[in-house]
């Protein structure tokens, strides 16, 4: 099924593709504000977000605010391109089904 080749892998943990998503409609946040929006762990969203680093869908850049070392994410080029992808692999998929959701 072509719909099912073309889901980016990365986007198959629910932290990942949740973070993504987010960024994609503030365009930058904090650590903090994933993770309370997200429901995650630090552990666990320190991890997700540093597999999209390594991917090159995510930077991050770092500055205090309020003399507090504070660490924000947006999107880069490559991962906003990954996601719409994602984004369009799973509408095809919803599609296919004929469920007409």
Known sequence: MKALAALD???????????????????????ARLKAQLQAT???LG??????EEQGYLSSRKDFV?????????LSDAGRAALEAHMAA????????????
């Open 66 to 74: 309020e003399r507090k070392p504070t660490t924000w994410y947006q």
């Open 90 to 101: 799973l509408r095809a998929l919803i599609d296919a089904s004929g469920t007409g959701v």
């Open 42 to 44: 630090d552990g666990n």
């Open 9 to 31: 892998a990365l986007f198959e943990h629910r932290i990942r593709l949740g973070a993504c998503v987010l960024l994609a409609k503030h365009g930058e946040l904090t650590f």
């Open 47 to 52: 991890a997700q977000l540093r597999k999209l």
